[in-house]
Nanobody, 123 residues
Framework: QVQLVESGGGSVQAGGSLRLSCAAS?????MAWFRQAPGKEREGVVG???????RYADSVKGRFTISKDNAEKILYLQMNSLKPEDTAMYYC????????????????????WGQGTQVTVSS
C-alpha cells in the first residue's frame, strides 16, 4: 500500500504561480496529477513515468511542468501563468507499474490517490 500526501495548494491571482508536491510512502512508477472543479468531472492534467516520459493535457501545455524526485519519492507540479479556469482540487495519483503515455491521463489506470489540495485562482 502506498500513501500519497499532497501539499502546496493555495489562492493566487491570475498570472501567478504555485508549486504542488506529492510525497509517496513507497515505490511508484507512473504518477500523475488530476484535477476536479466543482460540478465537473475529474480530468488528467499531466503524467510522468519512471523513465521520465511525460504527457500533458492541452489546457496546461507550456504553463505547467511535472517533475519527479525518485530518490525522495516526491512528485512536483510547477504551475505558472495560472488562470481562473485552473481552479480545482488537485489530486496526485500513482501506479506501481509502468504505463504507456497513452494511459497517463486515464484515471482508471491509477490505484493510489492522495486526498487532494485546493488551488484557487482569482481574476
Amino acid at each position: 500500500q502506498v500513501q500519497l500526501v499532497e501539499s502546496g495548494g493555495g489562492s493566487v491571482q491570475a498570472g501567478g504561480s504555485l508549486r504542488l508536491s506529492c510525497a509517496a510512502s513507497g515505490y511508484t512508477d507512473t504518477m500523475a496529477w488530476f484535477r476536479q472543479a466543482p460540478g465537473k468531472e475529474r480530468e488528467g492534467v499531466v503524467g510522468i513515468c519512471s523513465i521520465g516520459r511525460t504527457r500533458y493535457a492541452d489546457s496546461v501545455k507550456g504553463r505547467f511542468t511535472i517533475s519527479k524526485d525518485n530518490a525522495e519519492k516526491i512528485l512536483y507540479l510547477q504551475m505558472n501563468s495560472l488562470k481562473p479556469e485552473d481552479t480545482a482540487m488537485y489530486y496526485c495519483a500513482a501506479n506501481q507499474r509502468w504505463l504507456g503515455p497513452g494511459d497517463f491521463l486515464n484515471e482508471y489506470q491509477y490505484n493510489y490517490w492522495g486526498q487532494g489540495t485546493q488551488v484557487t485562482v482569482s481574476s
